[in-house]
């Protein structure tokens, strides 16, 4: 990243609070202006008091002068401050926002942690930049031309020692700053990786437990955290240096005025009284120096942290593309399919397909079952019916019409997803169940609750509707998960709802129950469920065999007993049944065939 580029990121941020920016800058440089006519009047009365009088009004003016000065600096620096956490706050908008629409296939590759540490840690950063750096800069560079200008006319000979002490360290400085900014980037950096390793231990604790690897994890984060340490103490260090070496170089020149001026005032060249105005007019000189250096540095450090920001506002969103078409309802939204892939190519990866061709479609009402090997491509399926991807050939249909044409949130108000291992977010359970829903009557919900078989767990709750579910549902078993996601996708209404394996973590009896239920909703919707044991299949009017990447056979039960072996192994295995005679059952169950090599396991 240039300079230029930095500055500009900068200019772009703050356009939008340009007059808080320059209010605090008008305070900091009146501040300055302020303590400027100090040493003039500070020159009157140290001669007027080495004359044998104290000048009382003088005296009285120095001290409004004082007073004005630090108010208008206490200002400056409120308004700042206010700024910088304004801006913080609207970064963190913008960010979050941003993150919840991301498409999926920029956060597949993403670390979640380090998207959090830049939503939550960067923004902050950006925060010193603006307090520090915006109104400071632009009054220091003011203070400091108006500082040797009245140095200038005090005396010319005393300004020429302190500009050639100042120049050399200032220069010193600068090359410093440049390294700040490069420790900082890497600070920042390996503190966004630190919270990823920690996301991904804590996301995944009972993996961890469940495979003893808490040393594992405890190393891993243990390097990170070195590197974050590492990389913070040579910022630590660039920035500790810097201090005394301003210091250093603010001292030398006082020492220097002092010698020179003292010279200078018993050869009777100056007078006290202007030797103290100009050692006065030097504390000015030396604050303006240390705003800018400052200003400089906080740029190097907050640049970082922006750069890392606009990654995150640089994935790409889903953007709806609007067009104006009528909203298909009455007979046309019964009689065309609710849902239909014509000949959809797409792949996680360029140039790896998962699906290849895949074309079929579902009518208004009834239930389908997906039915295929692990790793086929099935959730893969489900995933761009609720456009989580979108293909890379072919089209997916929403009630006959492309569905790019259709917002994503009417297009996943239509359908509805259940996905097999049901996260459910952290609230109560009436939280959950009616996330996203819309309004919904208590008759309406009574009715979902015993449609799922929620009825007597919700009444055995200690709050019932009302209790918290823990993070993910933990507190609730699998099987209950399952049940109050698919009540909150009945109760959003969709036109289709898409079940992942629903009967997974079922007893026999429950299993009976949802049965009777999907039967029920597929008379009100289209069900599509992905069925990986035969109870499930069984219950559907028609079935689609899914097999690499591609729609392999699509009909009822004894067509497909005829013609896919996948169906006829997955129908007649485990049940003791023999398969027909001329459609020999293969020795071992195709979900046991080992996974086709990707970076993601199939869910
Ligand atoms: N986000 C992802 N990024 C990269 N590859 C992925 C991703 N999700 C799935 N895959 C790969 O795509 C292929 C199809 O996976 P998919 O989950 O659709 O299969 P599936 O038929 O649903 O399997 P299962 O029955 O085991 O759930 C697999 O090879 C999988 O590893």
Redesign the pocket.
């Known amino acids: 990243m240039t300079d230029l580029a930095r500055w500009r990121d900068l200019v772009r941020l703050a356009r939008g609070y340009r007059r808080p920016i320059l209010g605090a800058a008008a305070l900091s440089l009146l501040g300055t202006l302020l303590a400027l006519t100090q040493p003039l009047l500070a020159r009157e009365a140290v001669d007027g008091a080495a004359a044998g009088s104290l000048p009382w009004p003088v005296i009285g003016a120095l001290t409004g002068l004082f007073a004005a000065q630090a108010s208008a600096l206490a200002l400056a620096r409120y308004v700042q401050a206010h700024t910088g956490e304004k801006m913080t706050r609207d970064l963190r908008r913008t960010v979050t926002v941003h993150l919840l629409r991301v498409r ?2 920029a956060l ?1 590759d993403g670390r979640i942690g380090d998207l959090i540490a830049r939503a939550c840690g960067d923004t902050a950063a950006v925060k010193t930049l603006i307090a520090q750096s915006l109104g400071t800069g632009v009054a220091g560079v003011a203070g400091l031309a108006a500082a040797i200008v009245l140095l200038g006319w005090l005396d010319p000979w005393l300004l020429a020692a302190v500009v050639v002490l100042f120049g050399g360290s200032f220069g010193a400085l600068l090359a410093v700053v440049r390294r700040v900014r490069i420790a900082s980037r890497a600070a920042q950096t390996a503190e966004g990786l630190l919270a990823a390793d920690l996301e991904r231990a804590l996301g995944g604790i009972r993996v961890v437990r469940a495979c003893r690897a808490e040393r594992l994890e405890a190393e891993r984060l243990d390097t990170s955290a070195g590197r974050a340490y590492l990389a913070n103490l040579r910022m630590a260090g660039m920035v500790a240096l810097s201090g005394p070496a301003n210091d250093l170089a603010v001292s030398g020149a006082f020492l220097t005025v002092l010698l020179v001026g003292a010279t200078r005032v018993s050869s009777g060249a100056m007078t006290l009284g202007e030797l103290v105005a100009f050692t006065l007019a030097m504390t000015y000189l030396a604050a303006p120096v240390y705003e800018i250096f400052q200003a400089v540095s906080a740029v190097q450090q907050g640049s970082g942290a922006l750069h890392r920001i606009n990654e995150v506002l640089a994935l790409p969103i889903e953007r709806d593309r609007p067009v104006a078409v009528a909203p298909v309802r009455g007979a046309t939204r019964r009689t065309v399919p609710v849902l239909e892939f014509r000949d959809v190519w797409f792949g ?2 360029p140039g ?1 397909p ?1 699906l290849r061709g895949v074309g079929f479609a579902v009518p208004a009402r009834g239930q389908i079952a997906l039915v ?12 761009l019916a609720e456009r989580f991807y979108e293909p890379d050939r072919g089209s997916v249909l929403l009630h006959g019409r492309n569905a790019a044409v259709t917002s994503y949130a009417r297009h996943r108000a239509a359908v509805g997803l259940v996905e ?1 291992d049901c996260p459910l977010l952290a609230g109560t359970l009436r939280e959950n169940l009616l996330y996203g829903a819309g309004p919904v009557s208590a008759g309406e919900l009574r009715r979902v609750l015993a449609m799922t078989g929620l009825t007597t767990m919700v009444a055995g709750l200690p709050d019932g509707l009302d209790t918290p579910v823990g993070d993910h549902g933990r507190r609730l078993s699998g099987g209950q998960r399952q049940r109050v996601a698919i009540a909150r996708c009945l109760l959003s209404r969709p036109d289709l709802i898409l079940l ?2 629903p009967t997974a973590h079922l007893d026999p009896d429950s299993e009976l129950a949802l049965a009777a239920t999907l039967h029920e909703v597929s008379s009100v919707c289209a069900l599509v469920v ?1 069925a ?1 044991r035969f109870s499930t299949v069984r219950s559907a009017g028609r079935v689609l065999v ?1 097999d690499g ?1 591609a729609v392999t056979a699509d009909g009822g039960h004894d067509d497909l007993v005829r013609s896919s072996p996948f169906y006829r192994r997955l129908a007649f295995a485990g049940t003791g049944e023999a398969a027909p005679p001329n459609h020999p059952v293969p020795d071992s169950p195709a ?1 046991w065939a080992p ?9």
């Open positions: 999926l296939s597949d996680y990866e790896r998962v295929g090997p692990s790793g086929a491509g099935k959730s893969t399926i489900f995933a097999q992942d394996e992905i990986h899914v990447g979900t996974l086709p090599a990707a970076r993601r396991l199939s869910g």
